[in-house]
């Protein structure tokens, strides 16, 4: 990578430059970009791409459904027409786009939600635990170990069973986030080690920095790398956790639609109506492959210590 860059960088670029051009360079990583900012956009326009289609993601279209067949989309592929973009769901007729980027908004927003609480909760413990050492060090690697023995898809599922008069896209952030930082906070602790006895910790040490100044100057830039690369493999594991716990029915309840809850629904009518079922999993497919993509490119460039570069 070096050679590479060398020849398209001027001589002293830094590593965050070398790693903008080697990013540039590699075209999955400028596709797996184009379809999150596609789906990004999809979600944040998710009222104005509704309505520009005719329907809302809660609206009935019986005319669109043929009841004398069970309730089945009338046309082809589903009822995919100039009316319902995507066709309809059996039985309600409601507009499949709708839904589906509605969904996307839900869905991206427990994603993303829950892996910030993930990373704010993790780079604060690693740090915490790896710079301070001792009791600190203890307490927080016990409490790490603690939360990893649980089985967490079990206490999800039970924790999101029990509470129902909440508000479920905060619960699901808070249960998943609950289980999600102890991974960062491992990899936060191991490079907060190798960062504090560094010459520059040291003399910034000499020259009276508090543990706050050194821990957000000199310790926190030097993890960056690796917690932007494991940030963004986090991404598609909140997505497909949020889709299977709509999918077990102890998610997003309806009729808010998340990918998950459509692919559930969609399972009774696959045999049927597979257009039900192919457009939500070719959405959750296609955001959990193209953040993976990105997250294994960030990695290999950020933390080459991975092995991977």
Known sequence: MAATDSQTLPPGSGPWQLARAELRRRTSVK????????????????????????????????????????GQPIGPLGGVSAEHWLGVEPVTGRDLFARVVHG???????????TAVVVV???????????????????????????????????????????????????????????????????????????????????ARVGGSGPWRILTR????????????????????????????SYLGVGVRPPTPSWGQMIAESVAFYDTDPMYFIVPSTCLFLTVLVFTLLGDALRDILDPRSGRA
């Open 121 to 203: 909760t993790g780079v604060a413990a690693g740090t915490a635990a790896g710079y301070f050492g001792g009791t600190t060090d203890a307490v927080l690697s016990r409490l790490m170990d603690l939360t990893m023995s649980f089985p967490s898809l079990i206490f999800m599922i039970a924790m999101m069973s029990v509470a129902r008069d909440v508000n479920r896209i905060v619960l699901m952030t808070a249960v998943i986030g609950l289980f999600g930082w102890p991974g960062i906070a491992r990899v936060v602790r191991g490079q907060t080690l190798s960062l504090k006895h560094r010459e520059y910790v040291d003399a």
């Open 218 to 245: 000199d310790i926190l830039p030097g993890v960056a790398g690796p917690v932007i690369a494991y940030t963004t493999l986090l991404v598609p594991g909140m997505i497909a956790t949020e889709a299977a716990l």
């Open 31 to 70: 596709l797996s970009l184009a379809v999150v900012a596609l789906f990004v956009f999809m979600a944040a326009a998710a009222p104005l791409l509704s309505s520009l289609g005719g329907w809302g993601p809660e609206e009935f279209d019986k005319s669109a459904v043929d009841p004398y067949l069970g």
């Open 104 to 114: 996307a908004r839900v869905s991206l927003l427990i994603a993303f939600a829950a």
